[in-house]
Every structure is written in C-alpha cells, then in structure tokens.
C-alpha cells in the first residue's frame, strides 16, 4: 500500500487547512495522522476506522480537527481548523491492518505516507 499524503503549506493562525490521504486499497485500513515537530517525536493525531464508524483524537487536537474519509474514492481527509502555531509539523498519513495494535501508537502502522508540511505563522 503506498500513501500519498498532500495539501500541506503555509497559513496563518485561526486558518483551516484540509490534508488528504490517498492510496489504492486503502478503505481495508484503519488509516491515522500522525505529525513531527522538528526536534520531536512523532505523534499521534488521529485515527479512523476502516468503516468510518469510529475516530479517536489527541487531546491537543480534539474539536478542531476532523478525520474523515471517502473509502469510494479511497481517500482520508483531516480537516483542520483553528490553527495554531503548535500545530506546525510534518504530517503523515498511515495505514493499519484493524484490530491489530494500538491506535495511537506509531509502531502499530504498517504503511506510511512521505508526509507533508504543515507551517502556522502567528
């Protein structure tokens, strides 16, 4: 399975941005974002399942953001909306097998996207 995350740039604080995730297969998978900050780890932003019919979120992100997706198309999108500063990393989009590891965790994921940078200016 190859990810293909986009829709990353540059916006201003208080703006919304919509990341999207595509790769062919990808409506068998639990599909999560997760972001880097220079100099951190990688964490865990949010997750959905394969059937939609569940979504879990960081606390730090939890009612701004919204992870959504198309499994017609394909497709899972992360709506973000008031944004901040903190919220400036790269984001990557990957994939996982349901039922299997645990949500949150990055070792869980099977397949991984190459990212894309997100930057919030205040």
């Known amino acids: 399975v190859q990810l293909q995350a986009s829709g990353g740039g540059l916006v201003q604080a208080g703006d919304s941005l919509t990341l999207s995730c595509a790769a062919s297969?990808?409506?068998?998978?639990?599909v999560g974002w997760f972001r880097q900050a220079p100099g951190k780890e990688r964490m865990f932003v949010a997750v959905?399942?394969?059937?939609?019919?569940?979504?879990y979120y960081a606390d730090s992100v939890k009612g701004r953001f919204t992870i959504s997706r198309n499994n017609v198309e394909n497709t899972v999108s992360l709506q973000m909306d008031s944004l901040k500063p903190d919220d400036t990393a790269v984001y990557y989009c990957?994939?996982?097998?349901?039922?299997?590891?645990?949500?949150?965790?990055?070792?869980?994921?099977?397949?991984w996207g190459q990212g894309t940078l997100v930057t919030v200016s205040s």
């Open positions: 990957a994939a996982k097998e349901m039922g299997s590891g645990i949500y949150y965790k990055v070792e869980s994921y099977d397949y």
């Open positions: 959905i399942s394969s059937s939609a019919t569940s979504a």
């Open positions: 297969g990808l409506s068998r998978y639990a």
